[in-house]
């Protein structure tokens, strides 16, 4: 049987990896516009624009799922959040 206490950690666990397809979509989102905005400049001989509305739209996604982990009490899964959003950052 399992012990109660480690409960919230299987429960963060679980909401990690329930969460992580969609942190990856969004942040692949994120890379691609990003990548491609450069490399199309880099092609025409301009220097690229940094891609200020995707990624604050993926910014936006992401802590949004933050704040709605946080709310639902998993505290641990919501501080996870912090991780694409330095993703994100590294981008901008």
């Known amino acids: 049987m399992t012990d ?5 950690v299987l429960r963060n666990a679980g909401l990690i990896l329930a969460v992580l397809p ?3 979509l969004i ?3 994120a890379f691609l516009a990003v990548g491609m905005e450069g490399w199309a400049a ?5 220097a690229p624009e940094p891609q200020v509305a995707e990624l604050l ?3 936006g996604l992401t ?3 933050g704040v709605a982990l946080w ?9 996870f959040q912090v991780v694409p959003l330095l993703f994100l950052a590294v981008l901008a």
């Open 71 to 79: 709310l639902a009490r998993a505290r641990g899964a919501a501080l």
């Open 27 to 29: 942040a692949g989102y």
């Open 42 to 46: 880099g092609k025409n001989g301009e």
């Open 57 to 59: 739209v993926c910014a």
């Open 22 to 24: 969609l942190n990856a």
């Open 63 to 65: 802590t949004g799922i």
């Open 4 to 8: 109660p206490s480690s409960r919230p």
